[in-house]
Nanobody, 119 residues
Framework: QVQLVESGGGAVQPGGSLRLSCAAS????????MGWYRQAPGKERERVAI???????NYADSGKGRFTISRDNAKNTVYLQMNSMKPEDTAVYYC?????????????WGKGTLVTVSS
């Protein structure tokens, strides 16, 4: 089995910063892509940012210029640095990984970490 464990969520004031981390563990052969999604109350889950094993990144328009995704392949860990945060960034943030587990390519999700941006 594979587990994704997020950390770093919490409350921050508008204009502040937070850094999320997500570590993958278990029967992992290799990880293709890792990323972050978020779901605000009453809204559908949306992609925030994705990073491939080669380091290519893709961001949703909402986070461009404010969010930075990075990963440590040796630690199977992905990070999301969020700066200049806005109230509309309030959501549960979910870690995502597309990985090779033994002989199968699988998608895995973390349980989510709550981020609240409020004054």
């Amino acid at each position: 089995q594979v587990q994704l464990v997020e950390s770093g969520g919490g409350a921050v004031q508008p204009g502040g910063s937070l850094r999320l981390s997500c570590a993958a563990s278990g029967n992992i052969v290799s990880i293709n892509a890792m990323g972050w999604y978020r779901q605000a109350p009453g809204k559908e889950r949306e992609r925030v940012a994705i990073i491939t094993s080669g380091g290519s990144t893709n961001y949703a328009d909402s986070g461009k210029g404010r969010f930075t995704i990075s990963r440590d392949n040796a630690k199977n860990t992905v990070y999301l640095q969020m700066n200049s945060m806005k109230p509309e960034d309030t959501a549960v943030y979910y870690c995502y990984a597309n990985l090779l587990e033994r002989s199968r390519v699988m998608d895995y999700w973390g349980k989510g970490t709550l981020v609240t941006v409020s004054s």
